[in-house]
């Protein structure tokens, strides 16, 4: 297996990368092949006595994250981005993983690898903590406005990502919405549950609250890109404002103080639950290549798992399900207006 990383496109680049990817190299026989300036990149690896196999692909350009991702597309072809793209296309890579402009990123997979057949939108997924197990949120960003179908799809993706790579079988998949009774919501709303409901093959348990994300009482949950961003963001920061206030409590006496000695390791613990860079960034999933994004902030540990996270997709053969499966998905939709067309 051969997995390709934009090694230019993190905030710190290429520091966390070339470490992330000599990390990931030591877990078994996967090349990684670092995209990006031969010359950084080289100098950036020499301190790595000890590495797997961990080799360079030379590239001139690098998109900036202000870049307009359009226009960087196009006038960027030799970019570390579109270079480790291009290998996946042409069978020289089994994934692609970036730190770099998501929006780039989107455009750039969308246009040089194209969608899985059958597939009407790509979206991005990401697992977040809860009080349980971390639950797949879908769309986080990808799409602002969504048909019914588009979301259908990102119900069935996210499902099987969540069944084949994430190893959770059966995963429950819920709707994002304002109430859990099946009338309420929008038109779109009401017609994404009505169309999942059908789908026999989709452990659907209808819609949910956003507090049932965080009890953790569904595996998958589905919503457009403007509402999964803004839930994303408003989960981090609400983390922050917790931490910070925490902190300051803890820090106002003397008597408090020495009870943080005492906690400190759930509070490692709860750190580490926290911290993005412990899970297996943001897949983009209904292109034809596994290809996962990371917060530009990663750390090493963050490329190091996103890695090992691409590997788990690319051998669990993801594509293949998700191609199956929205054949799936169309035969139930093609059912479901046959019997609405002749009641």
Known sequence: MRIALDAMGSDHAPGPEVRGAVDASLQDDTEYVLVGDRGRLEEALAPYKRRGRVN???????????????????????????VALRLVKNGE??????????????????????????????????????????????DLGANVDCTARQLCDFAEMGMLYMEHVLRRKNPRVGLLNIGEEHVKGNDLAKAVHRNLSASGHINFIGNIEP???????????????????????????????IKNRLYRELMSTWLSKIGVL?????????????????????????????VIILHGS???????????????????????HIRNGIEILRNTEAHLH????NP
Do not use: W
């Open 298 to 320: 990663c750390s090493s540990q963050g490329v190091k798992n996103s890695l090992l996270g691409a590997r788990r997709a690319v051998r669990a053969r993801i594509n293949e």
């Open 93 to 138: 890579a089994d994934a692609c993983v970036s730190a770099g402009n998501t929006g780039a990123v989107m455009v750039a997979a969308r246009t040089i690898l194209g969608p899985i057949r059958g597939v009407t939108r790509s979206a991005i997924c990401q697992t977040v903590p809860t009080i349980k197990k971390p639950v797949l949120l879908i």
């Open 56 to 82: 360079i692909v030379h590239a001139s350009q690098t998109i900036r994250m202000d870049d307009q991702p359009v226009m960087a597309v196009r006038q960027k072809k030799d970019s570390s981005l579109l």
């Open 338 to 341: 046959a019997q609405e067309s």
């Open 262 to 290: 005492f906690s400190m390791g759930a509070y490692r613990r709860l750190r580490r639950e926290t911290d993005p860079n412990n899970y297996s960034g943001a897949p983009l999933l209904g292109v034809k290549g596994v």
């Open 211 to 241: 507090r049932a994300i965080y009890n953790g009482d569904a595996d998958v949950v589905v919503c457009d890109g403007f509402v999964g961003n803004v839930v994303l963001k408003t989960t981090e920061a609400t983390a922050a404002l």
